[in-house]
């Protein structure tokens, strides 16, 4: 009885794995956004994705771009204008305009991660540059926000989700809404379990089976 009680047990967790709450975003697409400023305060200016407005390294590793460059001036992330003028943006380690190289000062890989728990967002953006009339500015900073489910595997695997995070550099803030990737994956406890119990239901069918072969002698 304790013997199928436990198989019973066992069996709901390779069907249902508990899942980890915190997990790494692989991909992401801007799908809007805006900035304000201390000079336009309190009116925030739309910026629209452009042709880079995808993120995504094509790999299945822990971060939305390992090498932290994405987009520039000519292909960029968002696009909008500051006073009718148009204006860029793009992740780069560093960008050089008429007015000098600015580098990024935590040169590193684009990264976000959702808490499942809470739904709560965070995001490594430090290596957000803005173009404007040939000049670039560094804009990047951490990133914060929230996100709802679009599509949710419950047994595992990709799920995507709806976003809205947001930073301050300087006296601008900025606001970047979108869509994004996870991969939920069991905990490591889960996959020990799911081990052991398939170790323990192919013992007790070998048990079964020895047993039956002693009832036909």
Known sequence: MYHKALC????????FPALASTHAVESM????????TSAIYPFANVVTPGPAATL???LVNGVIDADGFHGNA?????????????LNGFFAHSATGI?????????????????????????DFSGFFIEWMG???????????????????LEGGPATFSFEVGW????????????????????????????????????????????????CA
Not at 8 to 14: E, H, K, Q, V
């Open 8 to 15: 019973i047990s066992l069996l709901g967790s390779l069907c």
């Open 29 to 36: 697409t801007v799908t809007g956004g805006s900035y304000m």
């Open 56 to 58: 995504d390294d094509g």
């Open 74 to 86: 000519a292909s960029p992330v968002v696009s909008g204008t500051y006073y009718g003028i148009p």
């Open 99 to 123: 007015n000098g190289t600015f580098l990024d000062p935590d040169p590193d890989a684009i990264t976000m991660s959702l808490d499942t728990d809470t739904m709560a967002l965070s995001a």
């Open 135 to 153: 000049q670039v500015y560094l804009q990047g900073g951490a990133a914060t926000g929230t996100a709802e489910w679009l599509t949710l595997p």
């Open 168 to 215: 301050t550099y300087d006296t601008t803030y900025w606001n970047l809404a979108g869509t994004g990737m996870v991969l939920m994956v069991p905990e490591a406890e889960t996959w020990a379990m799911m081990l052991a119990g398939l170790g323990l239901i192919g013992a007790t069918a070998r048990r079964k089976t020895k047993q039956g072969t002693k009832g």
